[in-house]
Each structure stands twice: as structure tokens, then as C-alpha cells.
Nanobody, 123 residues
Framework: VQLQASGGGLVQPGGSLKLSCAAS????????IGWFRQAPGKARERVSC????????YYTESVKGRFTITRDNAKNTLYLQMNNLKPEDTATYYC?????????????????WGQGTLVTVSS
């Protein structure tokens, strides 16, 4: 499985960014895929994930109502629309995937990782 994230950058507080993750190499139609982030000096945390079968989504509490995860199956691309960005959203964002599993979306349960894309929210 190969994952290629893009779309990070510098944005002012209250601004928006849309991250993209091009995915390839899945051998099954059943998997979870999502976004994680890691700020300097902090542990990697889950942000938002989606299941391939029924599109069930997960959002960490701090991004609910501001971030939206979507996928374009025809393009094999995952997106994260981030609105009303806050300085505390500053982090390197990673796209990751795992074979389908209904359990919690902890980072250590994800097998495949792309390179990160840096999001900086600052005035």
C-alpha cells in the first residue's frame, strides 16, 4: 500500500486547507483509512478516519464541526477539509491505512503510512 499526502501549508487562524492523500496498492476492498497528526514534542494522534465498506467516519473531539473527511473512490483519493483552523491544529499530518478493523482508530493499529504534510496555523 502506498500513500501520498499533500496540501499542507501556512494558514492564518480561522482559515481553511484541504489535504489530499493518493492511495494505491490495496489488495482488499475492506480497509480503514484516515488522517493522523503529530505536533512537535507530542505523540501522534488520530484526527479523522473512514471505513471503506460503509463510509463510517470517526472524528477526534477537537476537530468535530471543523474538519470533514471524504473520499473519491474513482480517484483513489482521500481528503481532509479543514475549516476554522486554530493554532493548536499546527502539526505534521499523515495519511494512514489498515486492513478493516472495527476497533478504535489508535495510530499503532494502522499498518501503512504516507509521508507527512506540514500544516502551520499562525498569524
Amino acid at each position: 500500500v502506498q500513500l501520498q499526502a499533500s496540501g499542507g501549508g501556512l494558514v492564518q487562524p480561522g482559515g481553511s486547507l484541504k489535504l489530499s492523500c493518493a492511495a494505491s496498492g490495496f489488495t482488499s476492498d475492506y480497509y480503514n483509512i484516515g488522517w493522523f497528526r503529530q505536533a512537535p514534542g507530542k505523540a501522534r494522534e488520530r484526527v479523522s478516519c473512514i471505513s471503506s465498506d460503509d463510509g463510517t467516519t470517526y472524528y477526534t473531539e477537537s476537530v468535530k464541526g471543523r474538519f470533514t473527511i471524504t473520499r473519491d473512490n474513482a480517484k483513489n483519493t482521500l481528503y481532509l477539509q479543514m475549516n476554522n483552523l486554530k493554532p493548536e491544529d499546527t502539526a505534521t499530518y499523515y495519511c494512514a491505512a489498515r486492513p478493516y478493523y472495527s476497533g478504535p482508530h489508535y495510530p499503532n493499529t494502522y499498518s501503512y503510512w504516507g509521508q507527512g504534510t506540514l500544516v502551520t496555523v499562525s498569524s
